[in-house]
């Protein structure tokens, strides 16, 4: 069964979309606030959140560092700047120092904060440790076990709220991709880099959870399910894309754009390889690369099933983002200012709307139809489809809203749809078609 973890229980748990964290905390990702990192190691202690056993009369599990040390990635992103990949990525970059030691590496693969918001605990080598996410505790630490703590005054001292889904997007994304500050760039890739790949609420959803949404939980924070996190998620990818291609900074390499920003695929395939064909959403002539637009397409389902005159608007500027781009970078600066006023107004969107069984229906059998009609022709489109409709499925799934036996029959085909994405070389469109239309047949109408 595909992401089983992900078959969200609500259990009568208020769904919220209020943006309380940034309405009143302009909570500012932890690499870059001013409360010292005070390490790892002061979060570990056996009383704290080092026990090996959960505590039964805890609000909190008490465990978070045994399940971030054994089991989650990111408690092993510094190791991997020492295998012989990185090595080979750092001397073909002609960095002048090895990965572990270089800041373009650092920056993502461990919590790089400045020498000044060092604790005496604090190590580099520990990765992506707790204060990366959760903020630098030099004034939350002792506060946050206090007898009159609450969660406002966490943050308040520092706490960054991951629990809305919009801090936590531009948290993740800002790694799983790049900021104003740091970016995994085109020629990252060339040296050998993986292709970064990333949906919000399913890597959410992969990594081992160090905390249980209950009852507790719901009301000391914002809750908000799996749908809403993957809207966000997509809105926010697309407004962070769109700032970058109008940075001159970043968005630019040379005499060339900043390649980053458009589809691997559409240069990186065998020239035998003629599978191109026309496509809808883009309205572009064959023989030019296109923008990365897979959260566009995403984001456009989501809201067109929301708001269908904000939806009608985002369609239209997402092809003249695209037309833009052949006709000069004056034009596709002029676009994306157009692009990013309606992507502000969909995050507002989606961040404020409680999807109901009818929403996501809509969604779903949108996204089917989408890729039907030919708009997943490239490998990320599809790839951001598989995960978008698992996660709707599972959402339908934990709140009721479909049978078991509609997931069972659903939950086959996205195997296949999976299997399809599994590897993008072997990639061919008309299979992930073939896999849509039997999903269309499974789908709840």
């Keep these: 069964m595909i992401h089983a973890s992900k078959r969200y229980l609500l259990n009568g748990l208020a769904v919220l979309g209020i943006l309380f964290s940034v309405s009143v905390y302009a909570a500012e990702i932890p690499q870059y606030a001013k409360d010292k990192h005070l390490g790892v190691g002061s979060c570990s202690n056996s009383t ?35 295998n012989k990949e990185s090595k080979s990525i750092a001397r073909k970059l002609g960095l002048k120092k090895p990965a572990h030691e270089s800041k373009v590496c650092l920056d993502c693969h ?30 939350y630490l002792e506060s946050h076990v206090a007898s009159d703590a609450t969660h406002e005054k966490n943050l308040e001292n520092g706490l960054y ?7 936590r997007a531009e948290l993740c994304y800002s790694c799983h991709f790049g900021d104003a500050n740091k970016l995994v760039t085109h020629r ?19 990594q081992p959870a160090h905390y249980d949404i209950d009852d507790d939980y719901a009301k000391r924070k914002q809750v908000a399910d799996g749908v809403q996190v993957w809207a966000i998620g997509q809105a926010i990818t697309m407004r962070e894309n769109l700032k970058m291609l109008m940075d001159k900074k970043r968005g630019r390499d040379g005499m060339f754009p900043e390649l980053v920003m458009f589809d691997c695929h559409a240069c990186h395939h065998r020239m035998s390889n003629e599978r191109w064909s026309p ?36 369609r239209s500027q997402t092809r003249a983002m695209h037309r833009s781009v052949t006709i000069g970078y004056n034009a596709a600066i002029k676009a994306a200012k157009k692009l990013m006023s309606t992507t502000e107004k969909s995050i507002a969107a989606v961040a ?12 779903l059998n949108n996204l089917i139809k989408e890729g039907i009609r030919g708009e997943y022709q490239d490998y990320a489109a599809a790839e951001q489809t598989v995960m978008g409709v698992t996660n709707v499925m599972n959402v339908m799934d934990g709140a009721g809203f479909i049978t078991e036996a509609q997931f069972q029959k659903m939950n086959k085909v996205i195997d296949k749809m999976f299997d399809a994405t599994k590897n993008d070389e072997n990639y061919r469109p008309a299979r992930f078609t073939a896999n849509l239309r039997a999903l269309k047949k499974a789908a709840p109408k």
Aim: aromatic share 8%.
């Design 48 to 82: 704290c959140h080092g026990s090996i056993k959960t505590w039964k009369e805890s609000n909190v599990r008490q465990n978070e560092y045994i399940t971030w040390s054994r089991e989650d990635s990111h408690s092993r992103a510094y190791k991997v700047l020492l």
């Design 110 to 139: 461990t919590d790089n904060v400045p020498d000044a918001v060092r604790g005496e605990k604090f190590q580099v080598s520990d990765g992506v440790g707790c204060e990366a996410c959760h903020g630098g505790s030099e004034r």
């Design 161 to 167: 709220p991951t629990e809305d889904p919009v801090k």
């Design 188 to 206: 990252i890739y060339g040296a050998g880099h993986p292709r970064m790949s990333f949906e919000l609420d399913t890597f959410t959803a992969i």
């Design 279 to 314: 496509r809808r959403g883009a309205g572009l002539p064959p023989g030019i690369v296109r923008l990365n637009d897979a959260n566009f397409i995403m984001l456009r389902q989501i809201i067109a099933s929301i708001d269908p005159a904000l939806g009608k608007t985002l």
């Design 352 to 363: 404020g709307h409680t999807f109901t069984k009818q929403d996501m229906i809509v969604i």
